[in-house]
């Protein structure tokens, strides 16, 4: 692809504007892989993909998974249920053990931040992040992204707010990254408590009024709230956290009418959205899951290509 | 054994000798200090005009020894200390057991003395098993050789108690050094704020330390008793210990190398190496720190020296252990980030790294070149350029941030109590 240099997708920092958009039209070209009878191109055909999960997910692995399958990868799963310390070894340790075997691409799920990096670093195959810590959940913000463009024909210019806890959110801060890079305008809506200091630095507007933001938004992404947070003393009540920051569809007639409403799931259905909201016409929840597949297989397809080159 | 060090331009905390002088030292003291000295002597250093200044203190190391030898032993720690220039240090007694009793002490003052390069103080655990729940027997661990208490790596959390350790310390004529950390508030593994929001890691906050520091300030000021704050890293703790000086508050406070040389931004590499307790801080505090030390705010510099096995630093950012070994790129970093920025002066280097330390602790014979006083000496060259190499790292730990960087200022020579402890190749 033309202009793509990158080996690794570690977060949206490392990609400018114009390889986000050419994720987004190598993803257009492979959705429509996914509809048709036989859903395998042959593009990765020999190639190895691993998936070192070392947190539960149940969505983002099958997604990658299909997405590396469609494109004829061999893949493998390995699930790390306790931490390496744990075991008196170290990731790189078991990182390399891995590398060892010969595989082309890493994809790294894990609940510490910086591991993708250190990963990346260390080894020879590309490494994709599928999420680390707090930190960042690239191909979420680029699947977000594509749904956008795809249902709104542009992100530059469209006002998005991103409502939840954003203080313990990957999503957010990769959403955020990709969103102000593509210029649309980004306001964070949550409880003080959850609101990461400095945030405002990323070229965002705070709000702790969903109320402010609803009338003015093209887009709304919710995020998960987890229920520690109340016992983490974040939040009085979970009860408090709906009537505040809670979408119902009374509160959805203040917004736009063909506002999108978006989740990166699993939703909490009755916290951030109510049922009725979740599953409603503004939704496109599914949606995203649906490109999730297509951009996934755009980010392997392209990073294939690059490692390509290089040997 | 004498050794007569000749032509060496002398640097003690509040002057730097015009003319280069010689040194002899005979059965572990000064003897004489005189522009040229015709006695004979075991044996002579030609100086050149090198500096000697008085062997650096430290008040705040971790020898690992007992329980964690696989870190650093109380062998591997002196010699690392005394490549670094260091004559006397004290070890904190996070130690496993604890240094909570006299025969822990005592076990490590006999090791010490065996290896014998370096005069190792033991602190010995404000509370039983540095727990915070109980006192422990001060007055025990005073007899048996402890030169301070701390209950470092944690703060005695409860105000009760900790008003009653420093009674009873005042009792014992101990220094109370305290790690000011409030559990509650810290939570995380790096500085609160825009860079944590960045790489997703949880924060500590600022508050975090100084609201202890505040809290003791209070307790020191209602006692009427001295404490001493470990390695601080904010801003306004350094404000907050400036305030209580000028209010006659008997408070001493010491900051580590790595809080006036690197910011949190070092730790977007996720080299575990960077991440340490208290966090490395903003700008900011990095730029309060240097003012601290160079208007007196902060009397010393302490390395808080902190071996870590490889193994161990190999770990997920989160689930690595805090800490940075220091003692041999304590020097290299004050000179490069202090001296020769022209922050603060040699003299003042010897003040905050060796004669104001000795003070803290009551050594009166240590941390200045004088006749009468212990030969506890270094010797360096100002001019000498070096790189760090993990290779050439003595310590049994090799987790240093520092790796690879290029320092000016290299200790040529170590003598502790009249006897080389260190010489340079």
């Known amino acids: ?52 999960f070392a947190e ?27 931490s390496s310390t744990q075991k008196g070894e170290t990731l790189l340790d078991m990182a390399k053990n891995i590398e ?10 894990h609940k510490s931040a910086g591991v993708p990096q250190v990963l990346a670093r260390a080894l020879k195959p590309g490494v994709i992040n599928a999420g680390d810590g707090c930190r960042a959940h690239p191909t979420q913000a680029l699947l977000d992204m594509f749904t956008i463009q795809e249902k709104l024909g542009r992100i530059e210019g469209l006002k998005v707010a991103i409502i939840g806890d954003i203080l313990h959110s990957r999503v957010a801060r990769s959403d955020i990254d990709g969103l102000v890079k593509m210029g649309a305008h980004v306001t964070l809506c949550g409880p003080s408590t959850l609101m990461p200091p400095g945030i405002e630095r990323q070229g965002v507007g705070v709000t702790y009024k969903l109320d402010d933001v609803l ?89 294939f290509g690059k490692k390509e080159k290089v040997s | 054994m004498s050794i007569l060090i000749k032509k060496a331009i002398i640097i003690n905390s509040t002057s730097m000798s015009k003319e280069p002088q010689d040194i002899l030292i005979e059965r572990g003291s000064i003897v004489k200090i005189a522009a040229k000295i015709l006695d004979s002597a075991d044996k002579t250093i030609e100086a050149n005009g090198k500096y000697v200044l008085p062997g650096l203190v430290d008040l705040h190391c971790h020898l690992r020894d007992p329980g964690f030898e ?21 070890c904190m007694p996070n130690t496993n057991p604890v240094i909570d009793n006299a025969k822990i002490v005592e076990g490590i003052l006999k090791e010490a003395k065996r290896v014998g390069l370096v005069h190792v103080l033991p602190a010995g655990a404000i509370t039983k098993g540095q727990k915070g729940e109980e006192l422990a027997d001060i007055m025990e661990l005073k007899n048996a050789g402890c030169a301070a208490l701390s209950d470092d790596g944690r703060t005695v959390h409860n105000s009760q ?86 209010q006659g508050v008997a408070v001493t406070a010491e900051s580590c190398p790595h809080h006036f ?3 949190e931004e070092a730790l977007q590499s996720f080299n575990t190496h960077t991440k340490v307790n208290p966090p490395l801080r903003t700008k900011e505090d990095v730029e309060a720190i240097k003012l601290g030390l160079k208007d007196g705010t902060i009397d010393c510099i302490s390395t808080d020296h902190a071996p870590h096995a490889r193994e161990e630093k190999e770990l997920e950012f989160d689930a690595s252990p805090v800490g940075m070994i220091g003692f041999e790129t304590a020097l290299g970093l004050a000179v490069r980030e202090l001296v020769e920025t022209k922050c603060i002066t040699w003299s003042t280097l010897v003040e905050k790294m060796s004669f104001g330390p000795a003070k803290i602790l009551g050594l009166q014979n240590k941390g200045e070149v004088a006749e009468g006083k212990d030969a506890d000496i270094v010797i360096v060259d100002p001019q000498k350029e070096w790189v760090l190499k993990e ?35």
């Open chain 2, 261 to 263: 040389s690197l910011t």
């Open chain 1, 215 to 303: 009338p003015e938004s093209d887009v709304l992404m919710f995020l998960r709230l987890q229920k520690e947070r109340q016992e983490e003393k974040y939040l009085p009540s979970i009860r408090e956290y709906v009537q505040h920051f809670g979408l119902t569809t009374e509160r959805l007639k203040r917004a736009k009418k063909d506002v999108l409403v978006m989740h990166p799931g699993p939703v909490n259905r009755g916290v951030e959205l109510s049922a009725e909201v979740a599953d409603g016409i503004n939704s496109v929840i599914l949606e995203q899951v649906t490109n999730g597949v297509a951009v996934r297989m755009a980010i392997l397809y392209l990073l």
């Open chain 2, 161 to 246: 108690l900790m008003r009653h350790a420093l009674e009873y310390a005042k009792m014992a004529n101990l220094l109370i050094m305290e790690h000011c950390e409030d559990p509650t508030v810290s939570r995380g593994s790096m500085n609160e704020g825009f860079y944590s929001t960045l790489l997703g890691l949880k924060g500590i906050p600022d508050i975090a330390e100084t609201i202890i520091v505040a809290r003791d300030i209070e307790l020191a000021r209602y006692l009427k008793t001295r404490i001493h704050f470990c390695h601080m890293s904010a801003k306004r703790s350094v404000e907050l210990i400036r305030q209580a000086k000028a």
């Open chain 2, 391 to 425: 290779e050439e790292i003595v310590s049994k730990s090799k987790n240093s941030p520092f790796i690879g960087q290029a320092f000016k200022g290299a200790v040529e020579t170590t003598i502790c109590s009249g006897k080389i402890s260190y010489q340079a190749q």
């Open chain 1, 100 to 109: 060892a075997m010969n595989v082309d691409m890493i994809i790294v799920r």
């Open chain 1, 56 to 82: 539960p997910s149940t969505r983002t692995r099958i997604s990658f998974e299909l997405a590396a399958k469609r494109l004829s990868a061999d893949t493998l799963n390995v699930t790390v249920s306790t």
């Open chain 2, 70 to 90: 696989h870190k650093e032993t109380i062998e591997t720690g002196s010699r690392s200390a005394a490549k670094g220039g260091f004559t006397t240090i004290v």
């Open chain 1, 1 to 52: 692809m033309i202009g793509w240099k990158h080996g690794d997708l570690l977060d949206l920092n490392d990609l400018t504007r114009e390889d986000i958009e050419t994720v987004i039209e190598t993803a257009k070209a492979f959705k429509e892989v996914s509809t048709r009878d036989i859903k395998k191109v042959p593009a990765l055909r020999g190639k190895t993909v691993v998936m070192l």
